[in-house]
């Protein structure tokens, strides 16, 4: 636990000089303002403050450490409607690795369609557009030992004018992000594997562009916290490094894992309140997002998960669950044995499981304890037998 608390404070040290923004509100002086939107509908519903939580496939959008190195791929899109004829499409895959390992992709396309006018008002009938795209990997590491991760993005994005209409105005941009990650069950109030809080840290687009001066590098600290099974708080604290200071506050309350209810808000010079609804069966999850704007016009956005093996995945953690509830109160009754067998199968399911692990050295011990003191208090039978006869 002491390693884990240095580990977190000096992270959390390193990162401390920059932060987040956001997608529909003030994009201040640093730019291009694509790669400070919020991607995600269940992100946007809790108002951005997604760092601490970043479990979804637009983890590596938020927290490039919240990725999940179970073997699970997840495969997400979205298509979005934004100011005027403004649109973009994206698409996030990630894959999981011997539990320990994840990658991911992301690919982002933004653009505006139009026709160009001359200050008579004159036109050529031809159609144009402007258009941004993204393209992002991600990588990333979990320690299983202590539930935290760490992970890294690297970034290009392609700027397109066309050059018959503005010469010139093209161009690149290499970006990285870090993070770091770390659940644990701190206060946990309930019985379930969902881990009780997490914090979360992140700086994003650090990079370079000769066209342009100033990237919105960014560091993003947030947390979140299940106050009971079925609702969960999270928030968030921005600071850009060239804009100003912000943060963001959400809540997610759940029936029964199935149907999902968000609600956050994200406070700058221009607010952003989101609100939003999911819905999660087996491996696919649907989350639509509502986000009324003072500046632009009101917005939905709708993204779809995909999530292929998640459904058995989770299946095999409940079993766990059930089967660690079983041993604990077995060892807890005296039942050493019993508990025991209960472990083997927690092993057979999950080889690398550490709590199993380390219950099954605590049993054993207490089972070689069981028969030395059966051994002595054998040979103290024997010894009253001996000076009986």
């Known amino acids: 636990m002491k390693r884990f608390l240095v580990l977190f404070f000096i992270t959390f040290l390193l990162f401390s000089l920059f932060s987040v923004s956001s997608a529909f509100s003030y994009t201040g002086e640093a730019g291009p303002p694509m790669l400070k939107f919020i991607y995600g509908s269940r992100a946007l519903s809790l108002g951005g403050a997604y760092v601490g939580v970043a479990d979804d496939a637009y983890y590596m959008d938020s927290n490039p450490a919240g990725g999940d190195p179970r073997k699970v791929f997840r495969a997400s899109l979205i298509h979005q409607e ?26 982002t396309y933004f653009y505006l369609p139009f026709e160009y006018y001359d200050f008579t008002g004159a036109t050529d009938g031809k159609s144009y557009h402007l258009s941004q795209s ?26 397109y004018v066309p050059e018959d209409l503005y010469a010139g105005q093209s161009y690149l941009l290499y970006a990285g992000d870090a993070g770091f990650i770390a659940r644990t069950n701190i206060l946990k109030t309930f019985v ?58 959400g809540a997610e309350f759940d029936i029964a894992k199935t149907f999902f209810i968000q609600a ?116 103290k039978d024997n010894e009253r037998l001996v000076k009986s006869d």
């Open 82 to 107: 934004w100011i005027a004829d403004t649109n973009y499409e994206a698409l996030r895959l990630s894959y999981g690795i011997r539990d320990q390992f994840f990658i991911g992709l992301g690919l």
């Open 134 to 159: 993204l393209a992002m990997v991600n990588f990333g590491y979990k320690l299983k030992k202590y539930d935290i991760a760490f992970g890294v993005n690297a970034k290009v994005l392609y700027n």
């Open 192 to 249: 379930g594997p969902e881990p009780s809080m997490t914090f979360g840290v992140a700086l994003r687009n650090f990079g370079y562009s000769e066209a342009i001066d100033k990237l919105p590098t960014e560091l993003h600290a947030g947390v979140s916290y299940r106050l009971f099974r079925h609702l969960m708080l999270s928030g968030e604290f921005a600071y850009p490094l060239y804009e100003p200071i912000y943060g963001s506050v």
């Open 264 to 379: 956050g808000v994200q406070f700058k010079e221009n607010p952003m309140i989101g609100l939003g609804v999911g819905y999660r069966r087996k491996d696919l999850n649907i989350n639509i997002s509502y986000t009324p704007s003072m500046v632009f016009r009101n917005m939905m956005n709708v993204s779809v998960e995909f999530r292929f093996g998640d459904a058995a995945a989770d299946a095999r953690e409940k079993e766990i669950e059930k089967l660690m509830l079983d041993a604990l109160v077995d060892y807890n009754t005296g039942n050493y044995e019993t508990s025991l067998d209960v472990i083997e199968k927690v092993l057979e399911l999950d080889p690398r499981n550490l709590r199993a692990k380390q219950l099954k050295r605590t049993v054993e011990k207490q089972i070689e304890l069981e028969r030395s003191a059966e051994k002595v208090n054998g040979k």
